[in-house]
């Protein structure tokens, strides 16, 4: 039970990331099809990002943060 708690909460922590980084949660559209094109595009553009982020920690270099962007758990910055 405890398990199934703990991935519960890293499935919701991704999903957050996602909201914030991707705007998961910025559509307004009236048919299925957009909202389905939104969610895919969302969802692709933060497993790429999470990829990348995975590539910058596996060489163990330190990513360069700019200014002004937000300290993302993705990006190393937190």
């Not at 922590?13 to 559209?29: H, T």
């Not at 909202?35 to 270099?61: F, N, P």
């Amino acid at each position: 039970m405890v398990r199934t708690a703990g991935t519960r909460w890293a499935i919701e922590e991704n999903f957050l990331a996602a909201k914030n980084e991707c705007g998961l949660d910025q559509y307004e559209v009236r048919r299925y099809v957009s909202w389905y094109r939104h969610i895919t595009s969302a969802m692709l553009a933060h497993a790429l990002l999470a990829a990348m982020a995975h590539q910058v920690r596996e060489k163990g270099a330190a990513p360069v943060g700019q200014p002004g962007q937000s300290s993302s758990q993705w990006w190393g910055f937190g």
